[in-house]
Each structure stands twice: as C-alpha cells, then as structure tokens.
C-alpha cells in the first residue's frame, strides 16, 4: 500500500511538472531550466510525502488539517520566495 501511495505522488508530481514543460514548447514566456525543475520537483515531493505522512499518522481531523494547512503554507511561502523574492533573501536569488 505504501509503495502504491509513493507511485501516485510521483505521477502527481510529474504531471505538474508536465505544465511548465509543455508550456515552454508554445510560449517565450515561460524559461525554466533544469535546475527549476529539480528543485520545484523536490519541492513538490517533500509536500506531498508530508500530507501523506500526516494522512497516514494523525487521527484526529481537526490536527489534520492544521498540520495539513501549515506543510501548505510553508510550500507556498518556499515557491513565492523562489519565483519573485517576496522576501528578498539571497535564497531567492536576488
């Protein structure tokens, strides 16, 4: 079963990484580069084993979603510092 779960989460995350890859073929626009795709794929994974791990580990629902709200949050804040700086630290690049 477990085995099954890391199987969907990958393909999940290949086919959200199949966005800005096709994306690339039909707009100027969009210029990622290896790099961005390693990166944003292990962004990706981590988020997604930390919901399943809390899936899987915690039984109360209410615990659930706060803990299920905060990896969120935090994948969120990581992927908005990376794509603009909102926090201009030298992580982003800037």
Known sequence: MKTNRFLIILFIVGALLLIP???MQFSSEV???VSDFIIMG???LVTGLGIDLVLRKVSSSKNRLIIGGIILAVFFMIWAELAVGV???PFAGS
């Open 31 to 33: 210029v990622w580069t």
């Open 21 to 23: 890859f096709i994306a």
């Open 42 to 44: 292990i962004l990706l």
């Open 87 to 89: 926090f201009g630290t």
